[in-house]
């Protein structure tokens, strides 16, 4: 079955500091990979997404990840975080022909001002 | 176009007592997925519904049980309820069955005493 790692379970970083959140998964066939973030209080809400083509994908508010195939990673970063990015971001997995993703348990990270 | 709605957004039971949940998803999307998220085991696949029709279904007991209406709109339900079901219970919709994006909605917590 498919897994996903995530390796950092929580973060705390300083305003304007770079982030770099992990995410490993354990097929080694044609994925699709998605980053989703959940804000205090908030519902779940997709940051970014792969499915094909440029390895390197852009999201929102700044974010950014990387699908490396030889490594099955997609890890997310941004170069300058802000406090308000403190949430729970959660990697998540769809492969193998399978519709269901597999989500790993997230990071929590906080951004202190 | 409104998003993923699901009442009640709170609810406390007490063992052996059962709940029913209700997701309303995005206007035109006909595929909902319901997922368990827990603080030790992150979001957990439970079921996909589409076309009125369990499309797949997560490694969870047969007390998770659920349904979709012509609508669309769906509903879970769990009977006998256990302790270990106090969750957040999030619904998720697509415009498909297995649908590249899912959009979900802020979630019921439910407390189980």
């Known amino acids: 079955a498919q897994s996903v790692s995530q390796h950092n379970h929580h973060v705390i970083l300083s305003e304007a500091a770079s982030l770099e959140l992990g995410c490993n998964y354990s097929?080694?066939?044609?994925?699709?990979l998605f980053w989703y973030v959940q804000y205090p209080g908030q519902h779940l809400q997709l940051l970014l997404k792969?499915?094909?083509?440029?390895?390197l994908v852009k999201g929102i508010k700044g974010f950014e990840a990387e699908f490396i195939k030889s490594k099955f990673s997609f890890n997310l970063r941004k170069p300058s975080v802000q406090w308000s990015d403190t949430a729970e971001y959660f990697c998540a997995v769809k492969g193998g022909g399978s519709y269901i993703p597999t989500f790993g348990r997230g990071t929590s990270l906080i951004v202190h001002p | 176009k409104a998003g993923v709605t699901q009442t009640p957004r709170y609810l406390i039971k007490t063992r052996g007592q059962q709940v029913t949940l209700s997701c309303s998803p995005i206007s035109g999307h006909r595929s909902v997925s319901w997922y368990q998220q827990t603080p030790g085991q992150g979001l957990q696949f439970l079921f996909e519904?589409?076309?009125?029709?369990?499309?797949n279904k997560g490694n969870f007991p047969g007390r998770f049980s659920g349904r979709q209406f012509s609508n669309s709109r769906s509903e879970m339900n769990v009977s006998t309820l256990e302790l270990g079901d106090s969750a957040l219970y999030l619904c998720a919709s697509s415009l498909i069955q297995g649908g590249e994006t899912q959009y979900f909605g802020p979630g019921t917590r439910l407390l189980v005493l």
């Open positions: 792969y499915f094909s083509g440029d390895p």
């Open positions: 519904y589409f076309s009125e029709t369990q499309r």
């Open positions: 097929y080694g066939g044609t994925v699709n």
